[in-house]
């Protein structure tokens, strides 16, 4: 048995003794949109600090907890912050609870995050949902020996966002009255933000969206078999000719006067899948 295999199978148990419910639903919680679980009849809260082996969130927007409970009957757990390649974790160790998850029986993981606009047509406050990615520009959490525990040396990414879920948040949205847009992530290490050049190049590349995140969640969640459907908040646009800056507090910002179409969205996506 790998060290890995080890880590994630004592950080499973201490999990399923503090909360022994079944849970099929997951929930990663982008900069600025932890409000979401407002949604959520909290049953309860575990610190990342608290678990064995688990990363610890070090970034503003991201509070550091996993949060059990149900929307209208329905089970979920949310992680209230996320990890990242730039905090100075290994691209395994930001992946670390998807393979956590899929222990306690996920089967189905909902990802969001705040993300720069590329797509010339977007506008800040949109959101976007996420129907590919490209991930060079980022560490792949699968290198090293394969862990066949999770899944095989070579998986499969033709569709790393599942299309039914897409097609149901799509439908959903509809619904709900909020427009969504729909497009590309691509994935960097950040934490600096981009150039003007390298917006250019993501732009010209195929990319709608950029982000420091996600890209490596997904990869280890459709190794594992885990169905997988993302969102973004685009909090700035960054393929523009003006002299603007940009500050994390301000997408923290544009992230929280989106996080009332997010939250609904994402509520009623829970229920559905």
């Known amino acids: 048995m790998s060290d890995w295999l080890d880590k994630t199978k004592e950080a499973a148990a201490f999990i399923k003794a503090a909360y022994n419910q079944p849970v099929e639903v997951a929930v990663i919680l982008g ?3 932890g409000n979401f679980t407002k949604e959520i009849i909290v049953e309860k809260e575990i610190g990342y600090n608290e678990i064995p082996h688990f990363p610890v969130s070090t970034v503003q927007g991201h509070p550091g907890r996993l949060i059990f409970g149900n929307i209208d009957g329905k089970k979920v757990l949310a992680m209230a912050g996320r990890f990242h390649y730039y905090e100075g974790y290994s691209a395994a160790e930001v992946a670390f609870p998807i393979r ?8 189905t993981l909902l990802i969001s995050n705040a993300a720069g606009g590329v797509n010339t047509s977007f506008r800040v406050g949109d959101l976007m949902i996420i129907n590919d ?5 980022t560490i792949n ?5 394969n862990e066949n525990t999770f899944g095989t040396r070579f998986p499969d990414m033709s569709e790393p966002y599942a299309k039914d879920i897409i097609s149901k948040a799509k439908n959903i949205a509809a619904r709900l009255g909020h ?4 497009g590309v992530y ?3 290490t950040g934490p600096t933000f981009e ?3 390298e917006y250019k190049m993501i732009h010209t590349l195929g990319g709608d969206a950029v982000g420091m995140s996600t890209v490596q969640e997904v990869i280890v969640a459709v190794h594992a078999g885990i169905k997988v459907f993302g969102m973004s908040v685009i909090t ?4 523009r000719d003006d002299d603007n800056t940009i500050t994390h507090e301000e997408v923290l910002e544009a992230a929280a006067g989106a996080e009332p179409k997010f939250s609904a969205i994402f509520k009623e996506l829970v229920k559905a899948v």
Do not use: C, N, Q
Request: charged share 20%; aromatic share 6%; glycine share 12%.
């Open 31 to 33: 900069s600025g949109l």
């Open 100 to 107: 956590v998850m899929k222990l306690l029986g996920i089967r």
């Open 133 to 137: 990615h490209i991930s060079f520009a």
């Open 141 to 145: 959490p699968l290198i090293g020996k």
């Open 179 to 182: 427009h969504v847009k729909e």
């Open 186 to 188: 691509f994935a960097v």
């Open 195 to 197: 150039t003007r050049a």
């Open 236 to 239: 700035d646009i960054g393929i």
